[in-house]
C-alpha cells in the first residue's frame, strides 16, 4: 500500500455554523456560571430552572452587572491585542536580534508556537474567556456569601405579594419562575415562586 503525504483537507466553518457553535458555548458557559455561583448559597438551580431559562443563560450572564460585562469585553480585547498583536510583532522584530535570540534559544519551535497561537485564535479566547468570567462570578459569589453570613448587605427590592402584603428583601438572583432572596431575619436563601405569590417586584431606591 503507498503511503500518502497528502493531508485531508481541513473543513471550515461558515458564518452561521460559527455563531450557533457561539451560542452553544455560551449556553454551556451560562450554565455552568449559574450553578456555580448559586452553589454558594446552597441552591441547586438547575432544579428550578425552566428550559427557557437555560435558553436564555448567556443573555443572563453578560447582562446581570454591566460593569461586569464591560470588564470583561475590554480585559478580553486588550488579551487579544496581547497574544494576537503585539507578541506576533515583537517576535518578529527581534528574530535577528542576538539578544532575543539569546531569550528564546529555539528559534524554530518560537516560530511553530506563534503560527500555532495564529490557528487558535478562536480556542484560546474561549477559554480566556471562560476563566476570566467564571473567575469574576466566584469571586462575587464568595464575597456575598460572606456579606450574609455576616449580615453586611442592604436590602435592594421590595416584594409585594398577591395579598397586598410586602418585604424587603436582598434578591441574590432571579429566573422565569423563582426569585432567591434573604432578608436581615433570615439569612438563609428563601426560594419563592413568582406565579401565583408575588404581585410586584419594587426595586430600592439608592
Given amino acids: ?17 460559527y455563531l450557533s457553535l457561539g451560542y452553544v458555548y455560551l449556553v454551556f458557559l451560562g450554565i455552568i456560571d449559574e450553578v456555580i455561583f448559586y452553589n454558594f448559597f446552597g441552591v441547586d438551580i438547575l432544579n428550578y430552572s425552566g428550559i427557557s431559562d437555560i435558553l436564555m443563560a448567556p443573555i443572563n450572564m453578560l447582562i446581570i452587572d454591566i460593569r ?62 471562560s476563566c ?15 456579606r450574609i453570613v455576616q449580615g453586611e448587605f442592604k436590602m435592594n427590592h421590595t416584594l409585594v405579594f398577591n395579598d397586598n402584603s410586602s418585604r424587603e428583601v436582598r434578591i441574590i438572583g432571579q429566573n422565569s419562575l423563582y426569585v432567591f432572596y434573604v432578608t436581615k431575619e433570615q439569612r438563609e436563601v428563601a426560594i419563592i415562586p413568582i406565579s401565583g405569590n408575588i404581585k410586584e417586584i419594587r426595586k430600592t431606591p439608592k
Fill in 1 to 17: 500500500m503507498e503511503e500518502s503525504n497528502n493531508k485531508l483537507p481541513q473543513y471550515q466553518y461558515n458564518l452561521q455554523e
Fill in 68 to 129: 461586569i460585562f464591560i470588564a470583561v469585553v475590554v480585559i478580553m480585547f486588550l488579551a487579544y491585542l496581547f497574544y494576537f498583536k503585539l507578541m506576533p510583532a515583537l517576535h518578529k522584530r527581534g528574530k535577528d536580534q542576538n539578544w532575543y535570540q539569546k531569550i528564546m534559544k529555539d528559534m524554530d519551535k518560537a516560530d511553530a508556537k506563534f503560527a500555532a497561537m495564529q490557528r487558535q485564535t478562536l480556542l484560546f479566547m474561549m477559554v480566556y474567556l
Fill in 132 to 146: 476570566l468570567f467564571l473567575g469574576i462570578r466566584i469571586g462575587y459569589g464568595y464575597k456575598m456569601k460572606e
